[in-house]
Nanobody, 126 residues
Framework: QVQLVESGGGSVQAGGSLRLACTVS????????MAWFRQGLEKEREWVAI???????NYPGPVKGRFTISLDNAKNTLYLQMNSLKPEDDGMYYC????????????????????WGQGTQVTVSS
């Protein structure tokens, strides 16, 4: 059984920073995609950061330059460093993993991911 657990969410002022963490109980494949998604009130779930096995990362325009995804293999922990937070960053943040992606491609389609954490809330006030 693969289990993902998020932590590190909270309330901050605009311009502040938070670092989210996601522990992964076990790896079931040598190739994978790991990602962070978020979902605000009355909004669709959207990807905010992706990291592939070889370390390649990808970010959408709204968070590029402000968010950084990383993976500590020794601790089996995925991180999301969030700087210069804005009220529009409000939402529930989820980590997710996709095993053995075809061709090693990692995209931001939620249905492609195999396991999800329960989420951690991020609130940004102005």
């Amino acid at each position: 059984q693969v289990q993902l657990v998020e932590s590190g969410g909270g309330s901050v002022q605009a311009g502040g920073s938070l670092r989210l963490a996601c522990t992964v109980s076990e790896y079931t494949a040598s190739r994978y995609c790991m990602a962070w998604f978020r979902q605000g009130l009355e909004k669709e779930r959207e990807w905010v950061a992706i990291i592939a096995t070889r370390g390649t990362t990808n970010y959408p325009g709204p968070v590029k330059g402000r968010f950084t995804i990383s993976l500590d293999n020794a601790k089996n922990t995925l991180y999301l460093q969030m700087n210069s937070l804005k009220p529009e960053d409000d939402g529930m943040y989820y980590c997710a993993v996709r095993w053995s992606p075809p061709g090693g491609a990692c995209g931001g389609t939620a249905n492609d991911y195999d396991h999800w954490g329960q989420g951690t809330q991020v609130t940004v006030s102005s």
